[in-house]
């Protein structure tokens, strides 16, 4: 067996570091040891790999540069993970600091697998009353979401359709990003 080891110059290391670096064993590097690190490594891994249903799934499409007009609708095909479970969705949001309101108006359609239609209407407050933005993000560029169903049966929607209603406002501009989120 091949033991590999590590020593240290210590011509240019101050008398005290010399005096501590000679005290200390030099590290042997294994085949046993490197055997010991795969498996650990193995082992975290398949535990993470069972975690993946439980992961949030998100989804967006991006709004065109010259803004979201009422006609255009972004349709979600979710992505369930575990469908022996339920899930919440939730609708998000991305939009830059020059949105010029305070609030956002949403029709959101929750489609099963027969075409009917269950119907929401979500308004997002993407700032305060100072003007502050709200939700997650840095720089010019903020997150915001909503629960738009709970304990949803994945076999109950097949489809999710978000549309912006604004009243009076044909061409939103400020919005970047729609998308969907599934837990």
């Known amino acids: 067996m091949t033991v590999l080891t590590a020593t240290i ?8 570091t ?8 030099a590290v042997a590097v294994t085949g046993n040891n490197i055997l010991v690190a795969v498996v650990i490594f ?10 993946l249903d439980s992961r949030p799934h998100g989804e967006y499409r991006a709004v065109p ?18 469908s022996s479970r339920r899930h919440d969705i939730e609708v998000a ?15 959101v359609d929750l489609i099963d697998s027969t075409a009917h239609v269950e119907r929401r209407n979500v308004n997002f407050h993407l700032s305060d009353g100072n003007g502050t933005r709200l939700g997650a993000g ?15 049966d994945p076999l109950s929607v097949s489809k999710v359709v978000v549309w912006q ?3 009076n406002i044909d061409r939103l501009e400020g919005i970047t ?3 969907i989120i599934v837990r």
């Open 65 to 82: 540069a010259d803004g979201w007009s009422k006609t255009l609708s972004f349709a979600f095909v979710p992505q369930w993970g575990d």
């Open 93 to 107: 949001i991305r939009h830059r600091d020059d949105y010029k309101y305070q609030n956002l108006s949403l029709v």
């Open 138 to 152: 840095f720089g010019a560029l903020y997150q915001a979401s909503a629960v738009v169903a709970q304990d949803v």
């Open 165 to 167: 209603a604004m009243d």
């Open 18 to 25: 010399r005096a501590n670096n000679s005290r200390r064993p």
């Open 42 to 51: 193995m082992i975290t891994m398949l535990a993470t790999a069972c975690n």
């Open 9 to 16: 110059a210590t011509e240019s290391l101050p008398t005290e």
């Open 177 to 179: 990003d729609v998308g």
